[in-house]
């Protein structure tokens, strides 16, 4: 309630109390929110070493069917970390791992992190149409990042034949996403 402002007055720091105290006791939401939080600076000082802890807490966790979002979302979010170096050393390697088993499970977040890890080859041998075809994944799902990078992809002919109309096309629908 605290974090939303449901029915009180939003404060993060009383948020981050409680879902600490929750987190602390195995909850896989309550992980997976005070990992965002201390990513975010939110009630928390910002902190990536707390949130890849958090996170990975999260991530070990087994997901039965009505936790299984949060827990490709902490997949995600360790592949984001790792891609960055953000509390952790930066490793592309594990950066591909984590985000390839959260795409799997139809994360748009990790199938945009697939995308990059493709396109620039890191942790991975570069491949533009690995690239593409985790690009439009996520584009689908409306990722307005990968959109765009759908687009690009049409216009440079990288992974996928120049196509003007599909450019435009992945492009309009990027614009009417933001």
Known sequence: M????????R??????????????QNDLNSQFTLGMMYERGEGVEQNYKQS??????????????SQASL??????AI????????????NYQKAFYFAKLSAEQHCEIAQFIL??????GQG???????SFYWYELAAKQGDSRAQCNVAAAYILGRGVERNREQ???WYDLAKNEL
């Open 52 to 65: 890849f802890y958090w996170y990975e807490l999260a991530a070990k966790q087994g997901f039965p069917e």
């Open 2 to 9: 605290y974090y939303f402002g449901d029915h009180v007055k």
């Open 79 to 90: 592949a984001s970390l790792y891609q960055k170096g953000q509390g952790v050393a930066r």
């Open 71 to 76: 827990h490709t979302n902490a997949l995600s």
């Open 115 to 120: 995308g990059d890890l493709y396109y620039y």
């Open 11 to 24: 404060n993060y720091k009383k948020a981050s109390y409680w879902y600490e105290l929750s987190a602390k």
């Open 167 to 169: 450019a435009s096309y």
């Open 124 to 130: 991975v041998e570069q491949n533009f149409k690995q």
